[in-house]
């Protein structure tokens, strides 16, 4: 891990004023991706500023009947919150698919939301990766890579990795919301369908937040109701990522929600594939994926998440 500096913030707006001032500076909340990152020399900040400190550690009602979740939230402390429970029991199921309790105990909400992915050609300094070196290349569409963990839909020809979280896959069906502080002090509001970035030919930009800006809070609105459930799809019980992820949210009439982990750099909705939840799962993949571009060694993903949903749906 090379040399740096570190610094406490004082509050919201000074630390994103702090992280836009000092060239290669970054926020560290939990510090569960971001250290390891740095270990392994793919993150080289030069400058931390520790954000644990702030006031952000709060879940709260809003005026809508929603809830206000501060950044700061671990993720235990979110799925395990009654109000969540109850109200988006499809949130505390996907966090309780990720990671360890030990990790889901320092995880952060907004960490949860920002973390890389895990591609191992990112992972591996030794490969190519237009991720961690713009204008390389991407390691996993070389001849004889091994893709078959990565994505299947809005990857692009510089980059087919996968965004890792399962938190954020129910938070994109539930249509969440996250706030943010910028440099400058002024805060706004971003759809999380808006947040994460497709990669483009710039895959190294991967989210909407400018320079220094900190998420404050993630918000969810009023409670849906509806059968709610996660089921996510991995080589190995526990601790593992996502092969394929489904979270759905499905009402009475048959109507509902589909968001998809696993298979795209961002979780994965459209709405025209929602209103396709009473015709069954055929019908919502033909809508959710088309114009899905699998390598060969990922194209199952394609047919298992049709299955995924299909279990689902009959078990609804």
Known sequence: MRQFSYERASGAAQ?????????????????????????????????????????????????????RIGAQVTNTALSADARIRRDYPVLTRAI????????????????NLLQRTRCPYFYDTAMPCNKRAPGSGCGALSEGAFSRQLGVI????????????????????????????????MTRRIALEDLHL???????????????????????????????????????????????????IRQADGTGRVALGGVAPKPWRRA?????????????MARLLVGAT???????KITLAERTLAAMLKEA
């Open 15 to 67: 630390a994103a004023a702090r992280v836009a001032e000092v060239q290669g500076a970054k926020f560290i909340g939990g510090g569960t991706n971001l250290l390891d990152l740095m270990k392994l020399e793919i993150e080289t900040p030069v400058h931390l500023v520790d954000v644990k400190g702030l006031d952000l550690t709060e879940i709260e009602p809003t005026d809508d009947g929603g809830l």
């Open 96 to 111: 309780a698919a990720g990671a360890s309790g030990q990790i889901r105990n320092k995880a952060t909400t907004a960490g």
């Open 154 to 185: 809005g990857t692009s020809d510089a980059c087919i990795a996968t965004h890792p979280s399962d938190m954020a896959v129910a938070l994109r069906v539930l249509d969440a919301a996250i706030e943010t502080v910028t440099p400058s002090g």
């Open 198 to 248: 497709l990669p483009g030919d710039t895959p190294e930009q991967e989210n909407a937040l400018m320079p220094g800006e900190l998420i404050t809070h993630v918000t969810l609105p009023a409670p849906v109701g509806g059968t709610q459930s996660y089921h996510k799809v991995c080589d190995r019980a526990s601790y593992a990522f996502a092969l394929v992820s489904v979270a759905l």
């Open 272 to 284: 025209e594939a929602d209103a396709e939840l009473p015709n069954g799962a055929r019908a919502v």
């Open 294 to 300: 699998p390598t060969e060694e990922n194209a199952f």
